[in-house]
T-cell receptor, first 114, second 111 residues
Framework: NAGVTQTPKFQVLKTGQSMTLQCAQDMNHEYMSWYRQDPGMGLRLIHYSVGAGITDQGEVPNGYNVSRSTTEDFPLRLLSAAPSQTSVYFC?????????????FGDGTRLSIL | GQQLNQSPQSMFIQEGEDVSMNCTSSSIFNTWLWYKQDPGEGPVLLIALYKAGELTSNGRLTAQFGITRKDSFLNISASIPSDVGIYFCAGDTSGTYKYIFGTGTRLKVLA
C-alpha cells in the first residue's frame, strides 16, 4: 500500500519557469490537499479538493493552480516560479465521509527557486 | 485569519522524562489532530480528537481535547530518543477539512 506518493522529491527551478508537482494516492480518498511548509512555520493550505472535478482555494493560493480530473491524482502547478515559492510542499488525502477525518501526508517535494 | 499558538517552540529533555505541549486557538475547533514529523518526511498522525473533554492515548502518548474547545494538550510519558522530531497540532473549525496547523514543537531528547 503506497499511500500518498509525491514526485519529484527535489527540484530546482529558475525564476519564471513553470512546473507541476505530482501527487497520487491509492486509498480512494475523496479529499486531497496541498500545503507548503516554510522554516519555523506550520503547514499552510494552498488548494484543496473534495472530489474529482471540484477544487477550492486555501490560505495561500496565489501563484498556484490545481485540477482534479481523477480521484487518485491532484497535481499542483506553479505558473511562473518566484523565489518566494521556495518551500517544502506536502500533499495530503483523507476520506470525506464523517467529520474531522485525519489526513495522510506524502513525504514532500523540496523546491528551490533561484 | 485564524491562528494556532503552539508551545513550547522547542524543548530539550532527558531520556525517561515526561513531556507536555499544548495548542491554543482564538476559535472553537470541532477536531484536534496531533502529528509528528521526522526530518525529511511528511507528518504522521499520532492522535485524533473529536469531542470536547475527550482524552485519548496511543502508547506512551496521551492527548486531550480541551473543554473550551479552544485548546488541546499532548503528553509523552517516559521519553525515548526516537521521540525526537517536530510535533504539530492541527484543528478543523467546521468540518470543512481546511485544517489550521500550529507552528510546531521541536523535541530533542538527551540520552
Amino acid at each position: 500500500n503506497a499511500g500518498v506518493t509525491q514526485t519529484p522529491k527535489f527540484q530546482v527551478l529558475k525564476t519564471g519557469q513553470s512546473m507541476t508537482l505530482q501527487c497520487a494516492q491509492d486509498m480512494n480518498h475523496e479529499y486531497m490537499s496541498w500545503y507548503r511548509q516554510d522554516p519555523g512555520m506550520g503547514l499552510r493550505l494552498i488548494h484543496y479538493s473534495v472530489g474529482a472535478g471540484i477544487t477550492d482555494q486555501g490560505e495561500v493560493p496565489n501563484g498556484y493552480n490545481v485540477s482534479r480530473s481523477t480521484t487518485e491524482d491532484f497535481p499542483l502547478r506553479l505558473l511562473s516560479a518566484a523565489p518566494s515559492q521556495t518551500s517544502v510542499y506536502f500533499c495530503a488525502s483523507s476520506y470525506r465521509r464523517g467529520p474531522g477525518q485525519p489526513q495522510h501526508f506524502g513525504d514532500g517535494t523540496r523546491l528551490s527557486i533561484l | 485569519g485564524q491562528q494556532l499558538n503552539q508551545s513550547p517552540q522547542s524543548m530539550f529533555i532527558q531520556e525517561g522524562e515526561d513531556v507536555s505541549m499544548n495548542c491554543t486557538s482564538s476559535s472553537i475547533f470541532n477536531t484536534w489532530l496531533w502529528y509528528k514529523q521526522d526530518p525529511g518526511e511528511g507528518p504522521v498522525l499520532l492522535i485524533a480528537l473529536y469531542k470536547a473533554g475527550e482524552l485519548t492515548s496511543n502508547g506512551r502518548l496521551t492527548a486531550q481535547f480541551g473543554i473550551t474547545r479552544k485548546d488541546s494538550f499532548l503528553n509523552i510519558s517516559a521519553s525515548i530518543p526516537s521521540d525526537v522530531g517536530i510535533y504539530f497540532c492541527a484543528g478543523d473549525t467546521s468540518g470543512t477539512y481546511k485544517y489550521i496547523f500550529g507552528t510546531g514543537t521541536r523535541l530533542k531528547v538527551l540520552a
